[in-house]
T-cell receptor, first 115, second 113 residues
Framework: DSGVTQTPKHLITATGQRVTLRCSPR?????VYWYQQSLDQGLQFLIQ???????AKGNILERFSAQQFPDLHSELNLSSLELGDSALYFC??????????????FGQGTRLTVV | QQPVQSPQAVILREGEDAVINCSSS?????VHWYRQKHGEAPVFLMI?????EQKGHEKISASFNEKKQQSSLYLTASQLSYSGTYFC??????????????FGGGTRLMVKP
């Protein structure tokens, strides 16, 4: 158990809908990262939040947004969903802003299926 | 830009060795290695830092050539539990001081009895 909790584990929704994925980082971790993993593909970095502020952004679609709350949990909002958005969405956390010499701890992921 | 991993897939018998390579077109401060079982979360293996420092939890060896911007993961005397997809990650500092840990496409390793 990494200590990172993601909910829900599975989500099935229709095209055009909006969903919210939730992540609770490990106790004490201030950085939260979101990744998208499409079927049998690599991990695509979406966005990083640190202590409530957006700090790094990858190739995240404009239809996607995220935020980190004062209690440090984070939510990833996906709107106007398309079939191609079906993927595993992972959240990871680490203690520091940079984290280039620190391991990240991954949650179990949310499997999103858009039908 | 994401790092490039090779090979894309490896099939081994128990006890055999394998090497997984990771290269980057950009200068590296560190290289991170993770292993992912199918449908599960990636699990940290090790970090290799400039200057030779390594941080890791498992008895896996790796190298980091800063000049060549390459890293290699050495899996010796492989066990069935080594099966999974291995990802290397290279951190890239963002303008806003954040950190994009960008992963390669992965190397699928299957160890057979």
């Amino acid at each position: 158990d990494s200590g990172v909790t993601q909910t829900p584990k599975h989500l099935i929704t229709a095209t055009g809908q909006r969903v919210t994925l939730r992540c609770s980082p490990r106790s004490g971790d201030l950085s939260v990262y979101w990744y998208q993993q499409s079927l049998d593909q690599g991990l695509q970095f979406l966005i990083q939040y640190y202590n409530g502020e957006e700090r790094a952004k990858g190739n995240i679609l404009e239809r996607f947004s995220a935020q980190q709350f004062p209690d440090l949990h984070s939510e990833l909002n996906l709107s106007s969903l398309e079939l191609g958005d079906s993927a595993l969405y992972f959240c990871a956390s680490s203690p520091y802003l940079r984290g280039d010499d620190t391991e990240a701890f991954f949650g179990q992921g949310t499997r999103l299926t858009v039908v | 830009q994401q790092p490039v991993q090779s090979p894309q897939a490896v099939i081994l018998r128990e006890g055999e060795d394998a090497v997984i390579n990771c290269s980057s077109s950009k200068a590296l401060y560190s290289v991170h290695w993770y292993r992912q079982k199918h449908g599960e979360a990636p699990v940290f293996l090790m970090i290799l830092l400039k200057g030779g420092e390594q941080k890791g939890h498992e008895k896996i060896s790796a190298s980091f050539n800063e000049k060549k911007q390459q890293s290699s993961l050495y899996l010796t005397a492989s066990q069935l539990s080594y099966s999974g997809t291995y990802f290397c990650g290279t951190p890239r500092l963002h303008n806003n001081a954040g950190n994009m840990l960008t992963f390669g496409g992965g190397t699928r390793l299957m160890v057979k009895p």
